[in-house]
């Protein structure tokens, strides 16, 4: 079975570091980049300015927090819509939506 973590050297702030990230956090990584039309090494930089803790969990939290800003502004848009928002009604089912 191949290890869902996947191991990158990258050069940060002018030296070579390893970083071990699960691969969805790698592909959300780049996505992000790609989104924001900058190179992978340039969010990476940013994350490490401003981390508290180890440069894996940054970016894993940094990651998470940027998907989750996203769902937080669907469901606002959702509800402009006239859409129900499940987050704010607890008694809506999910079910069938997965």
Same mark, same amino acid.
């Given at each position: 079975m191949k290890s869902p973590v996947v191991k990158r050297s990258m050069v940060i702030a002018g030296r070579k570091t390893s970083v071990s990230l699960e691969d969805t956090f790698w592909k959300g990584l780049k996505e992000i980049a790609k989104g924001r039309h900058l190179p992978l090494t340039a969010i990476v930089v940013? *994350?490490?300015?401003? %981390?508290? +803790?180890?440069?894996?969990? =940054? *970016? %894993?939290?940094f990651v998470f927090d940027h998907f989750r800003a996203q769902v937080a502004t669907s469901s606002t848009d959702r509800v402009g819509a006239g859409m129900p928002n499940v =987050?704010?009604? +607890?008694n809506r089912s999910l079910s069938g939506t997965l």
């Open positions: 940013e *994350i490490n300015h401003s %981390r508290q +803790g180890n440069l894996s969990s =940054a *970016i %894993r939290t =987050a704010q009604d +607890g």
